[in-house]
């Protein structure tokens, strides 16, 4: 079991930045794929990028491509989501989430993955 903390969350006005860090714990993640997803109150959980972690082969969803990217830091055991243009619609709690690297991990399907962590608030103003 793959153990998750996010951070990194806030308040940004439109236009605005944020990055998101997700700490990992308790497992060698080679054999993992790390994803980020967000949901809106009152909307399902949605994919917003994928990272194979020995590689760092990525995939995002087509909303998000060219506006987030995600990365990973192989010493610090970190997964990064860089949020850049941020919109009012953005505005949701982001969780960080781990899968075994297994066919199709790349579709970002919540029920692959298996381990989660607690989410971080983003909120972006008007």
């Known amino acids: 079991q793959v153990q998750l903390v996010e951070s990194g969350g806030g308040l940004v006005q439109a236009g605005g930045s944020l990055r998101l860090s997700c700490a990992a714990s308790g497992r060698t993640l080679n054999s993992y794929a790390m994803g980020w997803f967000r949901q809106a109150p009152g909307k399902e959980r949605e994919f917003v990028a994928v990272?194979?972690?020995?590689?760092?082969?990525?995939y995002y969803a087509d909303s998000m491509k060219g506006r987030f990217t995600i990365s990973r830091d192989n010493a610090k055991l970190t997964v990064y989501l860089q949020m850049n243009s941020l919109k009012p619609e953005d505005t949701a709690v982001y969780y960080c989430?781990?899968?075994?690297?297994?066919?199709?991990?790349?579709?970002?399907?919540?029920?692959?993955?298996?381990?989660w962590g607690q989410g971080t608030q983003v909120t972006v103003s008007s």
């Open positions: 989430a781990a899968m075994p690297l297994l066919s199709g991990w790349h579709l970002g399907r919540v029920a692959d993955f298996r381990s």
């Open positions: 990272i194979s972690w020995s590689v760092g082969t990525t």
